[in-house]
């Protein structure tokens, strides 16, 4: 089936209107009219060829809502006119020990991304949610409850709400815990609200003073400005946990010091160049550690669709047309985006 998509031919032409071919839904197949696609950075680093192994026609987004068309034989947990959502992957080999643990994002074999996977479908890459359809595995489709006129900031939940909430769940995050959320865009501010939710004490650290009353209206207890080493020091020695969002290259001491013992910091971005090497004396001493976390599987999204749905939480997005794309690469890049760019795809028609 021919479908209309946004997407580029090479890291050096700009997104642009294109036909792509979607495959015929086999047994195990969903069919799914995209209402919705966020704007992830990925995007943007992919399509440009800023990481490597970008494979044309690149066609991207990985925060996919929409609208079941129709379904395979053997499908029996969605029907069609089902609200779903499909995220960062759409297969996994299912059956390494990671898969068994319904954690795919760590599949031993790889997972397929939704765009820029290994697939035997034309063109012989996957195509991702910069389209108005797509056919995925009923595995990789998740169940969406919340209202219909929330869609469009529910897309970003499936890339940006996720990887926040599988680290927050993991290093088990609630009442009684202090928390840090360092940066304050697209992941941060999700983060921010989905630790508020789960009882934390909530600290948002911003390089920006301008920030400072946004995140306390995202949900943040306190708000720290991270260049400001009077506020820092006002906060030594006192997180359970930290989860850092940024991808940019920076100093992890400043908040390995924050850490409680025991405690451990969460990088959640991978910076264009190496951090800094940390202080190994002050991870010693407090028997701190600073780990890392990727996205999330299935189940662990559904649990956080499930969650947000339950406490109403959602992404605050700014909505684009598709032939708006390029001016919203332009835009993320100068982080003037509160704090997702979410694609209208019925805009593709126009």
Known sequence: MLTKAFGAYAADKPVEPMDIERRAPGPHDVAIAIAYCGICHSDLHQVRSEWAGTLYPCVPGHEIVGHVTAVGDHVTQFKVGDTVGVGCLVDSCQHCASCDEGLEQYCENGFVGTYNGPTTDTP??????????????????????????????????????????S??????VGPGQKVGIVGIGGLGHMGVKLAHALGAHVVAFTTSESKRQDALDLGADEVVVSRNAEEMQAHAGSFHFILNTVAASHDLDAFTMLLKRDGTMCLAGVPEHAHPSPNVGVLIFGRKAIAGSLIGGIGETQEMLDFCAEKGIVADIEMVSAQQIEQAYERMQKSDVKYRFVIDSATMSA
């Open 167 to 172: 680290p927050l769940r993991h290093w088990k």
């Open 124 to 165: 012989g890459h996957t195509l991702g949610g910069y389209s108005q359809h797509i056919v995925v595995n009923d595995k990789f489709v998740l169940k969406v409850s919340h209202a219909e006129d929330q869609l469009a900031a529910v897309a970003p939940l499936l890339c940006a709400g996720i990887t926040t909430w």
